[in-house]
């Protein structure tokens, strides 16, 4: 079954740097990868996701790059704020089946001001 | 009210009790999911409920009883629990539960705390 790895678990970056997370997985099928953002008392939340036929997406702030030949995904948070402090999940879905995702175990980002 | 609801967001219960947590969401969907949170592990995936219908057990013990009365309203029911089911329990969900082409979004509630003594 598909394995996701995620690093680091913990990130600190002081106000306006870039912060990159990373992630791998294991089952070539999956074609499907959301990030979600947990902040403190909440749920995950949806900031980003993409499909194995784009490289690269954008959102603003933020991006996700994908590359299925190495199997990996990245999230890259520029001109970071303070309220980008949270925890952020990557996740695969093999399939496309988003019921199935399988999700990598967090990375704490913490943005000094 | 919008978005997914979840209650109790702190249940502390004995290994002999029985207690449930109960999901709403306000979002028209279809599908509706529990997930359990512990420390230092990813997102484990725990049922899945698609029209009312359970399709997906991911074999979860059976001291973890869910029941879907409508596409609305999602239960887990809590028997006989042991120290190490303390977690945060997650409902999301969803348009559907998606297929070949998988869709959409997981929409999270703020989950409920669980502690067993």
């Known amino acids: 079954g598909e394995n996701v790895e995620q690093h680091p678990s913990t990130l600190s970056v002081q106000e306006g740097d870039s912060a990159v997370i990373k992630c791998t997985y294991s089952d070539s099928a999956s074609n499907y990868f959301p990030w979600y953002k947990q902040e403190l008392g909440k749920g995950p939340q949806l900031i980003i996701d993409?499909?194995?036929?784009?490289g690269e997406k954008k959102d603003q702030r933020i991006a996700v790059t994908l590359n299925k030949t190495a199997k990996h995904f990245s999230l890259h948070i520029t001109e970071t704020q303070p309220e980008d402090s949270a925890v952020y999940f990557c996740?695969?879905?093999?399939?496309?089946?988003?019921?199935?995702?399988?999700f990598g175990k967090g990375t704490k980002l913490s943005v000094k001001p | 009210e919008t978005g997914v609801t979840q209650t109790p967001r702190h249940l502390v219960m004995g290994m002999t009790n029985k207690k449930s947590l109960k999901c709403e969401q306000h979002?028209?969907?279809?599908?509706m999911y529990w997930y359990k949170q512990s420390a230092k592990k990813p997102l484990e995936l725990m049922f899945v409920y698609n029209f009312k219908e359970q399709t997906e057990n991911n074999s979860v013990p059976s001291r973890f009883s869910p029941e879907c009365p409508n596409s609305s309203h999602l239960f887990l029911h809590l028997h006989t629990l042991q120290p190490e089911d303390s977690a945060l329990y997650l409902c999301?969900?969803?348009?559907?539960?998606?297929?070949?082409?998988?869709?959409?979004?997981?929409?999270f509630g703020e989950g409920s705390r669980l502690t067993v003594l």
């Open positions: 993409i499909r194995s036929n784009v």
């Open positions: 996740a695969a879905s093999p399939g496309g089946s988003q019921g199935n995702l399988i």
């Open positions: 999301a969900s969803s348009q559907d539960a998606g297929g070949a082409e998988g869709s959409g979004e997981l929409f």
């Open positions: 979002l028209g969907h279809n599908a």
